[in-house]
């Protein structure tokens, strides 16, 4: 075999090995680390502290502690008490709303409903739960509540309204929540309030906060309310 013949018989073999190692490549750089598919764990909000662990080295390790939502009591669509503690040990999904809001209320009670029907098809055994509080409840009152629940097909047995005294309402909104809540001349129904829905976990800590409004924002809560409801740690 002379050199003429034997250049194209060396190049086809070049092209031949640059075509497989850019094979092997691809299929390697298409193959997921084995950590990736691990969840992240959901951020966390609102007040926190600062707590330092001593290490077997002698240094010092710090930890943040993040509080649960403050304490609260008030009384549900049934003229019941109900208070942070009716709602430790579950995964829960929080809006503040007014039986006659005449802009975004109706959109967030029928995203909060539609999300209540997909846990209860879905996912029924999972320990989730509902929580409204009215932005204006000294018109709101139990009966008043209990007519809009039935009204928007609420599972009182998941889901409380709650009304009260409007000042504990409003600090509970703007101090534990870190939400805004407050009787407004220029706002339409007289109250300007967030849209924002609150994941809480287990131990009542805020966990994300979601456009009440929004399908896709809602959807994300749900999956984030079903990752959340498998966490096993403190």
């Known amino acids: 075999m002379n050199e003429k013949q034997k250049k194209p ?29 691990k969840q992240k764990s959901l951020p966390y909000f ?24 403050p304490k609260f009591s008030f009384i549900n669509q049934d003229s019941t008490i109900i208070t942070r503690e009716n709602y430790t040990g579950h995964v829960t999904l929080v809006d503040f709303f007014f039986t006659d809001c005449p802009t975004i ?47 928007i097909g609420a599972d009182l047995s998941r889901w409380n309204f709650l009304t009260g005294k ?18 407004s001349d220029t706002a339409q129904g007289g109250i300007f309030h967030t849209d924002k829905v609150t994941l809480l976990d287990k131990t009542m800590r805020m966990r994300g906060y979601y456009d009440g409004t929004s399908t896709s924002s809602m959807d994300q809560l749900f999956n984030d309310a079903i990752q959340l409801s498998q966490e096993t740690k403190p």
């Open 105 to 151: 209320c109706p959109m967030m009670s029928a995203q909060m409903a539609r999300l209540q029907d997909k846990f209860l098809k879905e996912n029924p055994d999972l320990p989730v739960r509902f929580l409204s509080f009215s932005v204006k409840p000294e018109a709101d009152t139990p009966q008043k509540l209990k007519a809009y629940s039935q009204k």
């Open 9 to 37: 018989q060396q190049l086809s073999l070049k092209i031949g090995a640059i075509i497989f190692f850019a094979a092997l490549f691809t299929a390697c750089s298409n193959q997921q680390p084995p950590h990736s598919t």
């Open 46 to 69: 609102g007040e926190f502290d600062i707590e330092l662990t001593s290490m077997p080295d002698g240094s010092q390790k710090p930890d943040t502690l993040y509080y649960p939502i």
């Open 166 to 183: 409007a000042s504990d309402i409003y600090d509970l909104a703007q101090y534990g929540f870190l939400l805004t809540a407050f009787p």
